[in-house]
């Protein structure tokens, strides 16, 4: 995507609170809790959100590859007080509301945007936290599935941008039913897409995938 064209979709990279709320990897480590975010000025100098030359806004990138390669370079814990599985990396499928600016610098070789705001279209977890998702579906009313490949974050994306997407709506169909956390949860299956195999004891994915497949995680 060209460096002058404004996206209309984008993606973030957060970790969970204890009770599995979105919190933010940077800053004051703000948590949200609907499925619009929005930005405020910590300087309270800007009338209109993002300003130009402040760095207030909902940050985020248009490359979904660079988001997906980010993402397990962030499953780290900014705290020593943060829980070591809740360091897992959640990545969102947001689209701007209000006013979108470039940001300051780059991230992961992306360029950064900022907005007054954003919506989220849709959620990809690390299967470690498989258990949120359906607390994760109904806090911010978007799509969930496990997995954090390029792979897993373009379903969402193709999901959202047409409904006769019928291969990738089938797949969200699969992952978000009522009962989707008791449903994965209680699945004695790997939770890489499209394997069979049962996962290890106390695990969510099956040897293979657990011992080097992120890559292999649809």
């Not at 929005?38 to 990138?61: L, S």
């Not at 992952?175 to 994965?184: G, K, L, Q």
Request: glycine fraction near 8%; charged fraction near 20%; include cysteine.
């Amino acid at each position: 995507m060209s460096t002058d064209t404004t996206p209309d979709l984008g993606w973030r990279i957060w970790h969970l609170t204890p009770d599995g709320n979105l919190k933010s990897i940077w800053g004051d480590r703000k948590s949200y809790t609907t499925s619009t975010i929005t930005a405020k000025c910590k300087r309270g100098q800007c009338p209109e959100i993002p300003g130009p030359t402040c760095e207030c806004g909902i940050f985020f990138v248009a490359e979904r590859h660079v988001i997906s390669q980010q993402a397990f370079r962030w499953a780290i814990r900014k705290k020593r007080a943060d829980e070591p599985r809740l360091a897992a990396a959640v990545v969102t499928l947001i689209q701007p509301v209000g006013r979108t600016r470039p940001g300051p610098r780059t991230f992961g070789g992306a360029n950064e945007w900022r907005s007054t705001a954003a919506e989220i279209k849709g959620i990809a977890i690390d299967p470690a936290l498989s258990g949120f998702s359906q607390q994760l579906a109904t806090t911010y009313q978007a799509p969930v599935l496990p997995g954090l490949t390029d792979s897993v974050l373009s379903i969402l994306e193709r999901a959202h941008r047409s409904a006769d997407d019928i291969a990738a709506n089938a797949i969200l169909q699969r992952y978000n039913t009522p009962n989707v956390a008791r449903t994965i949860i209680a699945r004695r299956q790997c939770k890489t897409l499209g394997c069979p195999v049962e996962p290890n004891a106390g695990m969510n994915l099956c040897l293979k995938h657990r011992g080097g497949g992120w890559a292999a995680i649809l």
